[in-house]
């Protein structure tokens, strides 16, 4: 008979707002349930727990952080609490884990350790950012973040908005929040005045803006995206 703990994949929000507005019910009842995480970043984690379960102890918790500082060595270790019959969460700093989130590594290593992996239902930026621009739902990719320097990144937007043109695939990406304007004003000036872009922003949140318009459009009203998570949409039709 297998022991093994379930390994559970617990979105969380993706920003300051009270969670059953985004999340279903049956978020609560795993956390209310388990005690042993794999998270992006362990302070964030907390606050979200205590936001979904607020009498749960914090002391009875333990977390195991997997960010870009974590030894890969060490990650197997982290599933030791399921192979002992413990159920485990995994939770990424915002939106949904596995999902340009390192806990995808942890989530590998479980389904070769015959862990079963439980996806939950929540928001994903990625997704609903698809789902309002218009653009095409059916052939997509994303992307991640572009290089950070000029002349890689300018050499990056062209052989998106190239490969969006020859595939007819819609393309996503992603930058750091602070150099969102300057990601929008490289835009702007690579890309075809007749490109469509998509810019999906603060999703979720009362300040969510989302909107997709023609580059030769966007040059006449650019958003302030300072500091606000985003997601770029770009598309080149035919």
């Known amino acids: 008979m297998d022991n093994k703990g ?4 617990i979105p969380v929000t993706l920003g300051e707002i009270n969670p059953f507005e985004v999340l279903p019910l049956s978020i609560k009842k795993v956390v209310e349930n388990v005690n042993h995480y794999v998270v992006e970043n ?5 606050r979200f727990i205590k936001s979904v379960v ?6 009875e918790l333990i977390l195991f952080s997997i960010n ?10 982290f599933l030791e609490p399921c192979l002992q019959g413990h159920d485990m969460g995994v939770m990424s700093e915002a939106g949904v884990p596995g999902v340009a989130d390192p806990g995808a590594d942890v989530i590998k290593i479980a389904h070769q350790k015959g ?3 439980v996806p939950l239902v929540g928001p994903s930026s990625i997704l609903m950012a698809v ?3 218009g653009l095409n739902g059916q052939n997509f990719a994303f992307c991640g973040y572009l290089p950070i320097d000029n002349m890689e990144r300018r050499k990056r937007i062209k052989e998106l908005e190239n490969r969006s043109f020859i595939e007819q695939q819609s393309q996503l990406f992603i930058e750091t929040p602070y150099r969102n304007n300057k990601m929008m004003e490289e835009l702007l000036l690579q890309l075809h005045p007749s490109t469509e872009v998509c810019v999906a922003c ?5 300040t969510e803006f989302i909107k997709t318009m023609s580059v030769d459009l966007w040059k006449k009203q650019v958003p302030d ?4 998570p985003t997601i770029f949409m770009i598309h080149k039709k035919n």
């Open 225 to 228: 995206l300072h500091k606000r």
């Open 68 to 77: 870009k500082y974590t030894d890969p060595s060490e990650i197997p270790s």
């Open 54 to 59: 607020p009498s749960k102890p914090q002391p």
């Open 115 to 117: 862990i079963q992996v």
């Open 42 to 46: 362990e302070k964030t984690a907390r």
């Open 6 to 9: 379930k390994l559970y994949l």
């Open 202 to 206: 603060d999703i979720t949140l009362p």
């Open 131 to 133: 789902m309002a621009s």
